[in-house]
């Protein structure tokens, strides 16, 4: 009984020792015999106790290595602190194995030194420009070198770039004097579009201002020019009715001379008017030329109705 449970006990050891579950996305190096026999993929793998062993187990997801923190020297003399973190994988599990002692730091370090190398050829104010360059340069380094070591290095970032204390306060100074610079810019514009905006408007307001007179003119020129017209028809108008008033008037005398008596009351009428513009001259104290034959209104009756006929007669 003791010995079928020691051949149980020797029998899981070995099953354990023989049969290997390989996770995905790894890949196990095997040695037989102290000498690299193959790589295990993922799943189930048997390995032969004692002949063969696990020496390496690589992990195939991408990786994220953090580069330390280093001081690089910039190309005016600048120091800056500078940090980043590479992004790697394993292509080739073997080389990885044996390609470096330590592939993870030699990456880390070729890291720094090509960073150094490459931010000592820019100026300070460059290194924040040009970010992108300095990573793709770095990457084109790692991964040129990493090709032996079995890795191929994907990418590099820089995290932080920390110039010293006073260059920070320089640059903070620098900004907001860029900034006022900029705001007294930008209130100086609007003062001039102010006043540009202001001008304008005067001057839009003095055009509208004369055109609107040079209406009102026209207007006004206009009315006048009608009531003028107006005027001038209104008195014709009133000329014509007049003359034709006065001409039916002298017709209605001519007819009614024409009748019996008619002369007679013709030289009465022209009697009383002579004797009652004489009656006015003695109620005024006006100078006056009188004819020398004032006194003979007989007379002066019958030179009016000659008159007065020989007009009929024409």
Same mark, same amino acid.
């Given at each position: 009984?003791?010995?079928?449970?020691?051949?149980?006990?020797?029998?899981?050891?070995?099953?354990?020792?023989?049969?290997?579950?390989?996770?995905?996305?790894?890949?196990?190096?095997?040695?037989?015999?102290?000498?690299?026999?193959?790589?295990?993929?993922?799943?189930?793998?048997?390995?032969?106790?004692?002949?063969?062993? #696990?020496?390496?187990?690589?992990?195939? *997801? @991408? /990786?994220?290595?953090?580069?330390?923190? &280093? !001081?690089?020297?910039? $190309?005016?003399?600048?120091?800056?602190?500078?940090?980043?973190?590479?992004?790697?994988?394993?292509?080739?599990?073997?080389?990885?194995?044996?390609?470096?002692?330590?592939?993870?730091?030699?990456?880390?370090?070729?890291?720094?030194?090509?960073?150094?190398?490459?931010?000592?050829?820019?100026?300070?104010?460059?290194?924040?420009?040009?970010?992108?360059?300095?990573?793709?340069?770095?990457?084109?380094?790692?991964?040129?070198?990493?090709?032996?070591?079995?890795?191929?290095?994907?990418?590099?970032? #820089?995290?932080?770039?920390?110039?010293? *204390? @006073? /260059?920070?306060?320089?640059?903070?100074? &620098? !900004?907001?004097?860029? $900034?006022?610079?900029?705001?007294?810019?930008?209130?100086?514009?609007?003062?001039?579009?102010?006043?540009?905006?202001?001008?304008?408007?005067?001057?839009?307001?003095?055009?509208?201002?004369?055109?609107?007179?040079?209406?009102?003119?026209?207007?006004?020129?206009?009315?006048?020019?009608?009531?003028?017209?107006?005027?001038?028809?209104?008195?014709?108008?009133?000329?014509?009715?007049?003359?034709?008033?006065?001409?039916?008037?002298?017709?209605?005398?001519?007819?009614?001379?024409?009748?019996?008596?008619?002369?007679?009351?013709?030289?009465? *009428?022209?009697?009383?008017?002579?004797?009652?513009?004489?009656?006015?001259?003695?109620?005024?104290?006006?100078?006056?030329?009188?004819?020398?034959?004032?006194?003979?209104?007989?007379?002066?009756?019958?030179?009016?109705?000659?008159?007065?006929?020989?007009?009929?007669?024409?």
């Amino acid at each position: 009984m003791p010995f079928a449970l020691a051949l149980l006990f020797v029998a899981l050891v070995f099953a354990v020792k023989t049969l290997k579950i390989v996770p995905q996305q790894h890949a196990w190096v095997r040695e037989r015999l102290g000498r690299f026999h193959d790589v295990l993929e993922p799943g189930l793998r048997i390995v032969i106790p004692f002949i063969d062993r #696990i020496a390496y187990k690589h992990n195939l *997801k @991408e /990786i994220p290595l953090d580069v330390p923190s &280093q !001081i690089c020297i910039t $190309r005016d003399n600048t120091q800056l602190q500078v940090d980043g973190i590479i992004y790697f994988q394993i292509t080739d599990p073997r080389l990885a194995s044996y390609g470096s002692s330590d592939y993870i730091l030699a990456i880390t370090q070729l890291a720094q030194t090509t960073l150094r190398s490459v931010i000592g050829k820019l100026e300070m104010d460059k290194t924040f420009e040009e970010r992108d360059d300095i990573n793709r340069a770095v990457v084109l380094a790692l991964d040129e070198a990493a090709t032996n070591w079995g890795v191929k290095v994907l990418r590099y970032e #820089i995290k932080d770039l920390t110039p010293p *204390k @006073e /260059i920070l306060h320089a640059m903070q100074q &620098q !900004i907001t004097a860029e $900034r006022e610079k900029r705001a007294r810019i930008a209130q100086s514009e609007g003062v001039r579009q102010e006043q540009i905006n202001l001008a304008n408007g005067q001057r839009e307001a003095a055009i509208q201002k004369s055109e609107g007179d040079k209406q009102a003119a026209i207007n006004q020129s206009e009315g006048q020019k009608q009531a003028a017209i107006n005027r001038a028809m209104g008195e014709a108008e009133a000329l014509r009715l007049v003359a034709h008033a006065n001409s039916e008037a002298i017709a209605a005398v001519a007819a009614a001379i024409q009748h019996q008596g008619g002369s007679d009351a013709v030289n009465l *009428k022209v009697a009383e008017q002579y004797v009652a513009a004489f009656a006015n001259l003695a109620k005024t104290n006006n100078t006056i030329l009188l004819p020398a034959n004032v006194g003979d209104a007989a007379g002066l009756v019958a030179t009016a109705m000659s008159i007065v006929k020989s007009g009929q007669k024409a």
